[in-house]
Structures are given as structure tokens and as C-alpha cells.
């Protein structure tokens, strides 16, 4: 494993990754469905553990650079998105907030975008949407995979609303939510009933019941306040039982 400076901010590494995949891209060396090299061979290029680099794939598989495929590997995704320093800064405004005030801001947003969505969606969302939702089932034993297919399907919604001054907002709340979830994720419970509700909010945008889409997103981000606030790195406890688990940023 290749020597890593203690003193070197995660974030400063995660960024280390983003920009090396950027380079590649721009470069061609990587062109859209091209699987991503092996671990051991891109830690070794950038100097930094394996632990930090998969923090770095995971980050631009939330933001929809990389596409994750359960078993069988990490690919570009076709079209990628900018990865200009705009749609980069998790390192930005919404960090220091406290976890009630973006769960407020989410449930105001997010229940719109989902209301928007059922009205506004094309085939392509409702099919991104339900492969999203197939990928969480599939990664339910996954709580880290888990999550990136979690942001995803957020961010897919916030496509389909057809407003793209909302969906560049959603983008640096995604951003700040995954880098701070992250931490927390592995001690998730009930991810299955957690993936089951994204299907529900799924089942109801592909059926356009705007009504329905937005009190499920509502319904959702609540149940993922509750459960989120009983998440702490190295915390062992064991949630209640009768608490839901929906796991997104706090």
C-alpha cells in the first residue's frame, strides 16, 4: 500500500481522485463505459491508500461521473457530467450546517422536485430512476454502495423536474449530504425498508401522481432525519426497533 502523508486533509485526497479521473477523461485515456483501471494500480499513481481512493470513486459515482454496477465494476458514465470546479465544491457553503437545518431545506426542496418530477418526467428519468432503485436492492448488504445509488437517485429526480436553476441547487446539496453520510452510513439499519421507499417514490413519479411523489419524498426525508440522528462514527447502540432507516446526507 502506497505511503500516505497523515498530515493531508481526506478532503485534499478525495480531490486528488476527482482531478486525476478529470484528467484522464479530458485526456481520452478514458472515454464513456470504459471500465476504471484496478485499485492498487490508480493508489499507486496518486500516492494515497486504497481507503482514500475509494472515497474519491464513491464521491464521482454520487455525482454521476462513474456508474457503479454491483459485481462487476466502475465504469465512466456515458455522457459524464461537467466536472468543472462548480459541480466539485462539497468542500463549500453547506458545510458547518447543522444536520436539522439541511434536512429542512431538503424537505422543502426535495418534496417539489419530486412533485415536478411525476409531472415532467420523461422515459429516461423513470428508467434511470428504476435502475437506481434495483442497484439499492442489489447493495443492501452495501451500506457505502448503498448510499452513492441513494445520491444518485436524488439527483435523477432533481433532473426530471425540468427546472435546471432547482437541479443545480440539488447538485451542492448532494454533494455536502454524500461527503458528510458517508461518515455515518455504516451503521445504518433497515436498508431494505429504506429501498422499498425509494420504489414507492419511484412507483409514484413513473405513475405522474404528483400528490403522492411529493408527500412519499416528504414522508422519506423525515423517516431519514429520525434515523440519521441515531448514526455516529464508532457509535455501536442499536437503533429501536420500531425506527425506520432511510439513508441520505444529514
Keep these: 500500500m502506497p505511503r500516505v502523508r497523515q498530515d493531508v486533509p481526506e478532503s485534499h485526497r478525495t480531490m486528488q481522485v476527482v482531478n486525476h479521473v478529470r484528467s484522464l477523461i479530458e485526456n481520452g485515456t478514458l472515454q464513456p463505459g470504459d471500465k476504471l483501471p484496478p485499485e492498487r494500480e490508480l493508489a499507486r499513481d496518486l500516492k494515497i491508500s486504497r481507503a482514500s481512493l475509494r472515497t474519491g470513486i464513491g464521491y464521482l459515482a454520487a455525482m454521476g461521473v462513474m456508474k457503479i454496477r454491483h459485481g462487476v465494476g466502475t465504469f465512466v458514465a456515458d455522457g459524464p457530467p461537467d466536472l468543472g470546479k462548480a459541480s466539485l465544491s462539497f468542500m463549500g457553503p453547506l458545510h458547518g450546517f447543522q444536520s436539522w437545518q439541511m434536512f429542512e431545506a431538503r424537505i422543502l426542496l426535495e418534496s417539489g422536485l419530486a412533485a415536478l418530477a411525476a409531472e415532467r418526467g420523461k422515459d429516461e428519468h423513470h428508467a434511470a430512476l428504476a435502475e437506481e432503485v434495483a442497484e ?6 452495501n451500506p457505502t454502495e448503498y448510499l452513492i445509488h441513494d445520491v444518485m437517485f436524488h439527483r435523477i429526480i432533481a433532473q426530471a423536474s425540468g427546472n435546471p436553476i432547482l437541479a443545480s441547487i440539488m447538485e451542492t446539496v448532494t454533494s455536502s449530504m454524500y461527503d458528510k453520510r458517508r461518515k455515518t452510513v455504516e451503521r445504518a439499519i433497515d436498508l431494505r425498508e429504506s429501498a422499498e421507499m425509494h420504489r414507492e417514490i419511484y412507483r409514484s ?15 422519506h426525508l423525515r423517516m431519514a432525519q429520525i434515523a440519521q440522528g441515531m448514526e455516529r462514527p464508532g457509535d455501536k447502540r442499536s437503533a429501536a426497533p420500531a425506527t425506520r432507516e432511510a439513508p441520505l446526507g444529514d
Design 205 to 219: 413519479i413513473r405513475g405522474r401522481k404528483t400528490a403522492d411523489a411529493r408527500r412519499l419524498m416528504e414522508q
Design 136 to 141: 439499492m436492492f442489489a447493495a443492501i448488504e
